[in-house]
């Protein structure tokens, strides 16, 4: 097993229980360890550069996955600004003035700026930026 002399019951556990209600266990084939056998470990938590699984285990994140690369995980200053604007309700349906000074902010860093919906360029920046 990849994960040799730590503990990953819990992770097990999950792993099981996943593969009943979720197609090969994850969300992502990568993930999947079919290849490679094994199983993953189920994160619980991260705080800076670090990963913490559900059996206590703690692993350096190389993947930081979807940017935690540029600021680590769960940055206070981060939590703080998110909790603020959690503070104003989470989805309207309707435009907001943050949605105005984001893209503000973006078409000053853009080379050749046009008009855009934010989703998508919400959805293609972080995808490929990072």
């Known amino acids: 097993m990849w994960r040799r ?11 099981d229980r996943a593969k009943e209600l979720i197609p090969g266990g994850v969300n992502s084939p990568v993930r ?5 056998g094994g199983h993953p470990f189920f994160v619980e938590r991260a705080q800076g550069p670090w990963l913490y699984d559900v059996d206590g285990n703690q692993y350096l994140d ?4 979807w940017g935690p690369g540029i600021l680590g995980h769960a940055p206070q200053r981060v939590l703080d600004a998110v909790q603020r604007a959690c503070g104003k309700g989470l989805t309207f349906g309707a435009p907001t003035p943050g949605e105005v000074e984001l893209a503000s902010k973006y078409k000053q860093h853009q080379a050749h700026p046009q008009h855009f919906p934010l989703s998508v360029l919400i959805k293609n920046k972080t995808l490929f930026s990072i």
């Open 62 to 65: 190389y993947v930081c996955s």
């Open 5 to 15: 002399g730590l503990e990953n019951t819990q992770s097990e556990t999950y792993f």
């Open 32 to 36: 999947a360890f079919g290849a490679v």
